[in-house]
């Protein structure tokens, strides 16, 4: 059977799988093939009529309790009244509802309309938004929630010397009546990779369970799986391949494109959630080192410590007379420093600051730092047409 025209199509569970399996496999049909999504993007959704903004938020887990502290860092504290409810509030948001749901119903609910905005890992927004243009990313890096989602292999028997995506492709042993079968989560990103990456002949099942166990139950060749450390791979005699890797994640704010056009409101609290967040990102890991200086004017001070190159600061260093009552006269023969350093450049600025004449030289840590606009909402509002 010719394999040219290659697409993801739907085949029936298998009883000898060990436990419950959905199939996927790739293959070329003799004519289109009509696949229906069930809980999948709702492209035609229209945004329901309420008055409150909605904002999802994970509801368990490592990526629930990081995205709260991110929330708190940014003064942004959730209170839930009771812990087992599903609906909080953020005080400093009026208008605002907090839902704790999955990461993949978020997606799933942004799309729909019951939900205005969220907070997921990349991979969720990609694996189930399925590139809905109804999805757009508010912030696409909040720094937690790192992985990636790749292709791992066996390291022994016939993978022992496959190191790349195109060995693996070339590999004799995948035919029509025996594909390589892998073994994901990602029933729309795994055929979609493997389609667009020229593997011929593969089949896809899910499963509920760790997956790195099943190339070694012989259930599958392969796994499709997020990977962070790469340690569980490793304790499980698997191993990740040259251009195996699908995509790169993190947490990330999205929203639908017409709760922030359509819904009152929404766009103000974006812009806000959005200023928040950036500003804390932005201060993380910085430091504003302040020091006296004695000199003859605020010029000659900012030329001795523009000549140290850890003293550039965010845009340059601040220089302020500082005066004192001297012989019953005001004189300003210091003056006051004042830069923004990085934390792993920290000692090495205090040193090259004393070492041009500085003294008294103060350290502490920032909060906040806020820019006249952050370049991702002039972003935002330019794919919102506004």
Not at 40 to 63: C, H, N, W, Y
Not at 248 to 255: G, H, P
Not at 342 to 363: C, E, I, T
């Amino acid at each position: 059977m010719s394999m040219s025209m290659l697409q993801p199509c739907l085949s029936g569970s298998t009883s000898s799988f060990p436990f419950k399996r959905t199939v996927l496999v790739c293959c070329a049909p003799s004519q289109q093939s009509h696949v229906e999504l069930v809980n999948g993007p709702v492209l035609d959704a229209r945004i329901p009529q309420r008055t409150e903004i909605r904002f999802g938020l994970p509801s368990k887990g490592r990526m629930a309790s990081d995205t709260l502290d991110l929330l708190k860092d940014c003064q942004l504290s959730v209170k839930q009244v009771n812990p087992r409810q599903y609906v909080a509030q953020i005080p400093q948001l009026a208008n605002l509802e907090v839902w704790f749901q999955r990461p993949k119903d978020i997606v799933r609910k942004l799309v729909s309309g019951d939900l205005d905005l969220g907070i997921v890992g990349f991979d969720t927004v990609s694996e189930y938004g399925q590139g809905n243009e109804d999805l757009i990313l508010v912030h696409d890096a909040l720094e937690y929630g790192d992985c990636h989602l790749s292709l791992a292999i066996p390291k022994y028997g016939i993978f022992e010397n496959i190191n790349s995506l195109k060995e693996l492709a070339q590999m004799p042993q995948w035919t029509a009546e025996k594909p390589l079968r892998v073994a994901t989560g990602f029933t729309y990103l795994g055929p979609k990779f493997m389609i667009e990456n020229g593997l011929k002949y593969v089949t896809f099942s899910t499963a509920d369970g760790a997956l790195e166990a099943a190339p070694a139950m012989g259930i599958a060749d392969a796994i499709l799986d997020l990977v962070s450390s790469g340690t569980t791979l490793k304790e499980n005699n698997l191993k990740e391949i040259k251009c195996g890797i699908v995509l790169e994640s993190q947490a990330v704010l999205v929203a639908s494109r017409k709760a922030l056009i359509q819904r009152k409101g929404t766009l103000d609290i974006t812009h806000e959630i959005l200023e928040r967040l950036e500003a804390h990102l932005r201060a993380v890991g910085q430091f504003t080192v302040t020091a006296n200086m004695r000199g003859s004017s605020a010029e000659e001070v900012a030329e001795r410590i523009l000549s140290q190159p850890s003293l550039s600061g965010l845009q340059g260093p601040t220089v302020n007379p500082v005066f004192r009552k001297r012989d019953g006269k005001v004189a300003s023969d210091y003056f006051a420093i004042v830069i923004c350093v990085p934390k792993k450049a920290l000692y090495k600025s205090v040193k090259q600051l004393r070492a041009v004449g500085g003294s008294g030289v103060l350290v502490s840590p920032l909060t906040y730092i806020f820019d006249e606009e952050t370049p991702r909402w002039h972003e935002l509002l330019r794919k919102l047409g506004l």
